[in-house]
T-cell receptor
Framework: QKEVEQDPGPLSVPEGAIVSLNCTYSNSAFQYFMWYRQYSRKGPELLMYTYSSGNKEDGRFTAQVDKSSKYISLFIRDSQPSDSATYLCAMSDASGSARQLTFGSGTQLTVLP | SQTIHQWPATLVQPVGSPLSLECTVEGTSNPNLYWYRQAAGRGLQLLFYSVGIGQISSEVPQNLSASRPQDRQFILSSKKLLLSDSGFYLC?????????????????FGQGTRLTVV
């Protein structure tokens, strides 16, 4: 079993739709949770960063963490064609290890105009 | 502000040829540095990480090696490329945990190098 599971998609939605992207994980030591957006042929860029459980909102994006269920989500409201990209979840523990992040495999999203 | 530079953006190399990919970070000191490989439709595979000059940890035994000759310079190399080395290579940096007082922080990525071995 992978430490982080992410539905690879592809996911196609019409412009203006609400998008829900999800990851599950097995390591209960994970405390830091991130979402990256990666456009085609580009490096990933950090979109959202959360610590422990709860919600965090930034404009049209909301990151949600449920540590009891080992489940994290990214919601995109009023989706735009410019949101078309691959979204990667990532997480790490608090051990201080420099080994850094464990990534999901990414979900490819297309927002149709 | 911090920036990360990675080059070249694309590279086509014959099997058996050497490889050198370079990454530099500006605007920060003593960063943790990372090399990842991303296969099509798959996640990021950590290849090497470094916590300081000359300190390299390898995650996956393979045909590649890494070096950190300067604080903000990270190099990925190979003496003889294999077809299986083709992929998208990403350099990244993060702030060391001791600096932040917390656990690991987010990683910031370069724009990647698409390597095709023919």
């Amino acid at each position: 079993q992978k430490e982080v599971e992410q539905d690879p998609g592809p996911l196609s939605v019409p412009e203006g739709a609400i998008v829900s992207l999800n990851c599950t994980y097995s390591n209960s030591a994970f405390q830091y949770f991130m979402w990256y957006r990666q456009y085609s042929r580009k490096g990933p860029e950090l979109l959202m960063y959360t610590y422990s459980s709860g919600n965090k909102e930034d404009g049209r994006f909301t990151a949600q963490v449920d540590k009891s269920s080992k489940y994290i989500s990214l919601f995109i409201r009023d989706s735009q064609p410019s949101d078309s990209a691959t979204y990667l979840c990532a997480m790490s523990d608090a051990s201080g290890s420099a080994r850094q992040l464990t990534f999901g495999s990414g979900t490819q999203l297309t927002v149709l105009p | 502000s911090q920036t990360i530079h990675q080059w070249p953006a694309t590279l086509v190399q014959p099997v058996g040829s050497p490889l050198s990919l370079e990454c530099t970070v500006e605007g920060t000191s003593n960063p943790n540095l990372y090399w990842y490989r991303q296969a099509a439709g798959r996640g990021l595979q950590l290849l090497f990480y470094s916590v300081g000059i000359g300190q390299i940890s390898s995650e996956v035994p393979q045909n590649l090696s890494a070096s950190r000759p300067q604080d903000r310079q990270f190099i990925l190399s190979s003496k003889k490329l294999l077809l299986s080395d083709s992929g998208f290579y990403l350099c990244a940096w993060s702030v060391p945990p001791l600096t932040t007082g917390f656990g690991n922080t987010e990683a910031f990525f370069g724009q990647g190098t698409r390597l095709t071995v023919v």
